[in-house]
């Protein structure tokens, strides 16, 4: 039987997707909120939108330094990419 060991690139996308999911929510919660005040949605929308350009940003960041890990541990070892997926024998 084979397990499946998840990679650095699966955790991100999963907790990628997370963030997104819960911003959406935010926002259509804000939508959907008749009691709010429109200067409370406005500003509630505004503070999503900053959260979501911060998140591009630092996933962007991240992509930049893995790529330096990546071509650093490439050129000094050789090894094959240090993120691929293992798989594990049990038995």
């Not at 998840?6 to 955790?11: G, I, L, N, Y």
């Not at 429109?38 to 893995?66: I, W």
């Amino acid at each position: 039987m084979y397990t499946h060991i998840h990679t650095q690139d699966e955790m991100a996308s999963a907790g990628e997707l997370a963030v997104e999911d819960a911003l959406d929510v935010l926002v259509s919660v804000t939508e959907k909120g008749g009691n709010l005040r429109n200067d409370l949605k406005k500003d509630f929308l505004k503070a999503v939108s900053s959260l979501r350009k911060d998140f591009a940003n630092f996933q962007e960041s991240s992509r930049r330094q893995k790529q330096i890990y990546l071509r650093f541990g490439n050129e000094s070892c050789g090894n094959e990419h240090p993120t691929q997926s293992a798989r594990v024998w049990r038995g």
